[in-house]
């Protein structure tokens, strides 16, 4: 069992704003999020922690929806460096699993 | 510092070979563990180490998978009689604790031909 995210794939111009989704049918308690580029490996966003917390650098932030067992990733502005595959992850238990990802494109 | 070191890099083996993946993390994570992760999807869990022991290996696929952390720093993922489905690329990853930032080796890319 994993989160899911969505959507599977979004293409932007520079510029342009985009939100990923990651839910889960069962309770978080905390939501990490890592953005992959090709031939990479995955490299860690931010954490959050509590629910209601939000957290952001840069123009990428991130909010997390305990209640409803969510978490959304904003990217604000998009630059060409944002390119890659997004993944949320979560504790289930002792273990550590990501959603399915999400791969963003961002065009000239 | 040192980040998480994977090795090899890349591996090519003939189908029913043994092989072993090396991973050694950074110094001092205590939580380890190990994915793989084939050609557009995420990483899937396979195994996660506190210390010395394997607190979750109920991602192992099957009893081929094996893998070791004796000392509770360096560990290598061992697959017997590997398969052709075998092939995807093996990632490790470390953390100071089980609910902290996970920092990730480059991975081993294993191709069973």
């Known amino acids: 069992q994993q989160p899911v995210q969505s959507p599977q794939a979004v293409i932007l111009r520079e510029g342009e704003d985009a939100v990923i989704n990651c839910s889960s049918s069962?309770?978080?308690?905390?939501v990490h999020w890592y953005r992959q580029k090709h031939g990479e490996a995955p490299v860690f966003l931010m954490i959050?922690?509590?629910?209601?917390e939000q957290k952001g650098h840069d123009k990428i932030s991130a909010s997390f929806n305990e209640k409803k067992q969510q978490s959304s990733l904003y990217l604000t502005a998009s630059q060409l460096s944002y390119s890659g595959t997004y993944f949320c992850?979560?504790?289930?238990?002792?273990?550590?699993?990501f959603g399915p990802g999400t791969r963003l494109s961002v065009l000239p | 510092g040192a980040g998480v070191s994977q090795t090899p890099s890349n591996k090519v083996t003939e189908k029913g070979k043994y092989v072993e993946l090396r991973c050694d993390p950074i110094?001092?994570?205590?939580?380890l563990y190990w994915y793989r992760q084939s050609l557009g999807q995420g990483p899937e869990f396979l195994i996660y180490?506190?210390?010395?022991?394997?607190?979750?290996d109920s991602g192992l696929p099957n009893d081929r998978f094996f893998a070791v952390r004796p000392e509770g720093s360096v560990s290598t993922l061992k697959i017997q009689r590997t398969e052709r489905g075998d092939s995807a690329v093996y990632l490790c990853?470390?953390?100071?604790?089980?609910?902290?930032?996970?920092?990730f080796g480059e991975g081993s890319r294993l191709t069973v031909l």
């Open positions: 990853a470390s953390s100071p604790q089980r609910t902290g930032e996970l920092f």
């Open positions: 069962k309770a978080l308690y905390s």
């Open positions: 959050l922690l509590k629910g209601g």
């Open positions: 992850g979560t504790n289930y238990g002792q273990n550590f699993v």
């Open positions: 110094s001092g994570h205590t939580a």
């Open positions: 180490f506190q210390g010395t022991g394997a607190a979750d």
